[in-house]
């Protein structure tokens, strides 16, 4: 066996190796930087207004790109996104009328967001309320004059009754709200099919759509091309909810029920009740939207009148930070992307799964300056 050295000798062996000097951070050319995330308290209108005007110049920008990819030159997509849409009678009215729903979805969602309650079912709660105004035109239900009142009115019970039993299992139960309100929007299209193919299919075509509603059924027009009063309706809609969320008492109770529920209720405020009417608020203007579309619109009840709406609503109050009033400019703008991405698939054969990433795409930059606003990068010695 191998003779073991002396302990002595190994202590030496040890401690007269010197470990390697350690760089001197205060030395000239070994001082490193760092980069910083800091949370912003509090962002300035301009930066907020800077950040997404930057965001969306990138997204046309990685846009423009594909596009060009794809065989559409500059100029006309210049064409088609700025000149054709802002200075095209036809065109400006296809963007309102898309904008009016998609503005009363986003203020749903934002209602519903300004409480913490993630309300991801709204097309579920559309199909809801457009499903109790069609029951109200097919039986002829109250006198002409008011029909379209009563239909309205129905579709905000629809809609708010559809958003009851998500917010009872969160409230009660602790449920979350994402899975029941997404797991309802199923419910409530099967149901709809049901109808369509059923007891309320069209008698004179066979199709599985609703049979046309009669004229006091139908939202008037405004007389400039095929604008109806679903627009001043979403235009109203979004001052009530500025009164509501930024000069109520009921609003006051919203952003404390936002900012910190736990602090509320130990204040003694109604949080849970501020939860519960919010919810059903938000459910309400989804009903709402529902019956613009179909009494505006559609004219009828469809298979298809609220598909993509709901995830549009949703992405709309995250863009306008859940402020009603930029609510009706984010619309607007979603229902340019809309229209121009029409007339790409019409005019230039662009396939709709491109015409689809290139919205995500805008979007997605979009949404991705929220992080500028949020937080602030800054550099470190």
Not at 217 to 228: F, H, I
Not at 282 to 309: D, K, N, P
Request: with cysteine; net charge positive.
């Amino acid at each position: 066996m191998p003779e073991t050295a002396p302990a002595a000798m190994i202590l030496t062996s040890r401690t007269d190796t010197k470990p390697a000097p350690k760089p001197d951070p205060a030395a000239p050319g070994r001082r490193t930087r760092r980069l910083s995330v800091e949370i912003r308290q509090h962002a300035p209108g301009w930066l907020q207004a800077a950040a997404l005007a930057g965001g969306l110049v990138v997204g046309l920008i990685c846009a423009a790109a594909l596009l060009v990819a794809a065989g559409v030159s500059l100029s006309d997509l210049a064409q088609e996104f700025v000149v054709s849409i802002l200075t095209s009678p036809e065109s400006l009215a296809a963007v309102l009328t898309q904008a009016a729903p998609l503005s009363i979805i986003g203020l749903a969602a934002a209602i519903a967001f300004r409480v913490r309650f993630w309300n991801v079912g709204i097309e579920g709660q559309m199909i809801g309320g457009a499903i109790a105004a069609t029951a109200v035109a097919l039986a002829d239900l109250g006198p002409e004059p008011l029909r379209l009142v009563l239909m309205g009115l129905a579709a905000a019970l629809g809609g708010a009754l559809w958003m009851l039993g998500p917010t009872l299992l969160r409230l009660r139960l602790g449920l979350n709200e994402i899975i029941s309100t997404l797991l309802l929007n199923y419910v409530a299209f099967n149901g709809l099919l049901h109808l369509l193919y059923g007891p309320w299919r069209d008698p004179e075509s066979n199709f599985p759509n609703s049979a046309l509603f009669s004229s006091p059924e139908r939202l008037a027009d405004l007389g400039w091309q095929n604008l109806t009063y679903a627009l001043p309706l979403a235009v109203v809609l979004m001052l009530a909810g500025w009164w509501l969320i930024n000069l109520s008492r009921f609003g006051f109770l919203m952003r404390v029920a936002e900012a910190n529920p736990r602090l509320g209720r130990a204040q003694g405020l109604p949080m849970t009740g501020v939860v519960l009417a919010a919810t059903l608020l938000s459910g309400a203007l989804a009903g709402v939207a529902g019956f613009a579309i179909c009494a505006g619109v559609e004219h009828r009840l469809t298979q298809s009148f609220a598909a993509g709406y709901g995830f549009s609503g949703i992405l709309i109050a995250f863009l306008a930070r859940n402020n009603p009033l930029a609510v009706l400019v984010v619309a607007f703008a979603v229902g340019m992307l809309f229209v121009a991405g029409q007339s790409l698939q019409v005019f230039y054969q662009i396939p709709s799964s491109a015409v689809q990433l290139v919205q995500a795409l805008i979007v997605l930059c979009v949404a991705a300056s929220d992080f500028f606003i949020r937080h602030r990068l800054r550099w470190i010695d």
